[in-house]
C-alpha cells in the first residue's frame, strides 16, 4: 500500500520562458534556489540576472500565476499541485531533450503522471523528502514511535503543526491507517482531527515560526510530519515553466533548465548550508 506522496520538486516553465537577460522565478524563499551564491554563478555563466517573486502556500502560487500571466518564466511546484495547475492552463510544456542529466532522473520521478501530459512533459523534478517528527528530548524517555503520540493526553496543549490543510489530512489519514494517496473515509480523518484540537497550542505556517516555538518551550511535541517507524508522508517538488509567455528554448542561457543545473552545482562552502 502506497502510503507517500511521490512528488518530487519540479521546474515548472509557466507558458514562456523569457529570452530577455531577466528571468522571473515565483519560488519559494530560502529553499535553495534563491541563495546570493547560486545566483551569482548562474548571472556570471550565462549573462543572465534572476528575480524572485516568493509565495507562502500553493494556494498563493496559484493565485499568482492565475491573476499574473506572464509575469514568470520559472515556477517551482509541490507536486501535489501540479496537476492542478496543467488543468488549468498555467503550465507550458517543458523540452527536456538540452536538459544534460535529465535522464538521470528515476522513472518514477520523471515518468509521474502529473508531469507528463498527451506526451509532453510539465515539470522537472529537483527535489524530495520525507516529513518528519521533531521532540522536545526533555520530556520524552523514549522517541516516540508511531504518530499517536500527538493524541496522547499528556501532552494536551502543547503540540504544534504546520498550518497547511494537505498536510492535516494526511496526518488524520495517516493516523486511521490509510493511504493518503487514496483516502476512503474523510469523516474518520475529521474526526481524527477533531480529537487533535486540544492537544494544539499553536500552528505554525514558516520554519521560522515553528523554531521560535521551540525557543519560547512552548511545545513539548511539535508535529513536522509522522513519528520514525511509522509510515512517512513524502513531498517532492518541480520546476515548472508558467503559461502563456513562449517557452526558451533549450539550448538558450536563459532556459530554466540550465538554471537548474547551476543552482544545483556543489558548492565548497559552510555558508551553502
Known sequence: MKTGLLSPSFLALTA????????????????GTDLDWAVEEFAEATGHSVVHEYFNSEQEMLTKLRTNPGAFDVVLINAAFTGQAYEEGLL???DTSGIE???????????????????EVYGVPW???????????????????????????????RVSIRDDAEEAVHLGALATGQDINDIADLDAVEQKLRELMPQLRTFWSWRTTGISSWQRASSTSRAIGPARRS??????????????RKAPSPGSTAC??????????????????
Open 92 to 94: 507550458a510544456p517543458i
Open 231 to 244: 509510515a512517512r508522508p513524502r513531498w517532492a517538488f518541480r520546476w515548472s515553466s508558467s503559461s502563456p
Open 256 to 273: 530554466p533548465s540550465r538554471r537548474r543545473r547551476s543552482t544545483r552545482r556543489p558548492r565548497p562552502s559552510s555558508s551553502t548550508g
Open 16 to 31: 514562456g520562458g523569457a529570452l530577455a537577460a531577466e528571468i522571473r522565478v515565483l519560488n519559494w524563499q530560502g529553499y
Open 101 to 119: 542529466n535529465y535522464g538521470g532522473i528515476p522513472d518514477k520521478f520523471a515518468e509521474d503522471p502529473s508531469l507528463v501530459h498527451e506526451g
Open 127 to 157: 527535489t524530495w523528502g520525507l516529513t518528519a517528527i521533531a521532540i522536545n528530548t526533555e520530556a520524552f524517555d523514549e522517541k516516540p514511535t508511531s504518530l499517536e503520540v500527538l493524541w496522547d493526553p499528556a501532552y494536551e496543549g
